[in-house]
């Protein structure tokens, strides 16, 4: 119970926040959306530059780490897939967009500070290994399936695929925070201790901006219809994804205990804003992603605890 009210309720309590100002009326969604434009585009890619560009990325870029949480994370795209598509019926973009918010785990907003909370900040190191990947790796998986699905028998050339993808990808500014963190990184370029001073106080905006944003983003959402597919997603990303990550972290990678606690608190977290993101870029089950990443938001309150409770 304390690892529920020490290190889960202050997270949601500021998503909280958001949320109930939104509702109240108090702010605009034209004012929490320009938050949440400030966190993603700017505070968000800072932080990642930051800790990109000062990370041992010899000792934490493990593919034991890798291969644990990515595994699990295409395991769920795949099992939500096949459950949309051959169980629920849905068409193709669909199934790929439900896919994609199963898989798409929120590993910044909700994944880092609640390992921060828990295990302390020098225990984010593993974390900020995975999210290097995260935004580009399945950006790119979930944006070469749809298109192959939506030009399915149109002759779309590998070319035309390509250049679509990596234009989706690099308009990403986390992706470019995380381009110029790994530039600095292999450099080997000693920055100033003030410019360091400056991105870290920046930097330290990005998480409690983010998830007051999150909250009143989350306000504009409404859980309605498409319960089956919504129930199935929320199940899969809240334990079918983090219960592959969590055996193959202890039985066949053998993972550190802070590896194995980064990669499973990731994978256990609700999809990010991303999730419904994506969907909307498509008009694919808009309204499937948009009440998955609400209604698991609020259930990552109670499973997220369950998980703290099994890690070691």
Not at 21 to 42: C, N, P, Y
Not at 85 to 90: A, D, E, I, N, V
Request: aromatic share 12%; hydrophobic share 55%.
């Amino acid at each position: 119970m304390n690892a529920l009210l020490d290190v889960i309720l202050p997270v949601f309590l500021l998503i909280g926040f958001g949320y109930g100002l939104s509702h109240l009326k108090w702010v605009s969604f034209e004012m929490t959306d320009a938050v949440m434009r400030f966190a993603q585009g700017i505070a968000i890619p800072v932080l990642l530059f930051g800790s990109i560009a000062r990370l041992d990325l010899q000792q934490n870029f493990d593919m034991g780490l890798f291969a644990s949480f990515y595994i699990g994370a295409f395991a769920s795209f795949t099992l939500a897939y096949l459950g949309a598509f051959y169980l629920l019926k849905r068409p193709q973009t669909d199934a790929v967009a439900i896919g994609f918010a199963c898989m798409f785990s929120n590993s910044l907003l909700l994944g880092l500070p609640i390992t921060e909370r828990a295990y302390g900040a020098g225990a984010l190191a593993a974390n900020y290994a995975i999210v290097s990947l995260h935004a580009p790796l399945l950006y790119a998986i979930g944006i070469t399936l749809m298109e192959l699905v939506r030009h399915k028998g149109q002759g779309l050339s590998a070319l035309a695929l390509a250049n679509q993808v990596a234009h989706a990808i690099l308009r990403q500014p986390m992706v470019f925070g995380l381009l110029l963190g790994f530039a600095l990184n292999f450099s080997q370029i000693s920055m100033p201790t003030f410019f360091w001073s400056a991105v870290d106080m920046l930097a330290r905006a990005a998480i409690p901006a983010a998830l007051f944003g999150l909250g009143g983003v989350l306000y504009q959402y409404r859980p309605e219809g498409d319960m089956k597919a919504i129930a199935m997603a929320v199940f899969i990303t809240l334990i079918i994804h983090p219960a592959i990550t969590y055996g193959l972290g202890t039985n066949v990678f053998r993972l550190t205990t802070e590896q194995l606690r980064s990669a499973v608190v990731t994978a256990a977290m609700a999809p990010g804003v991303n999730a419904y993101l994506f969907s909307n870029m498509y008009g694919a089950a808009r309204r499937v992603a948009a009440s998955t990443v609400l209604l698991a938001t609020a259930a990552t309150i109670f499973t997220a605890w369950g998980w703290l409770q099994i890690l070691p």
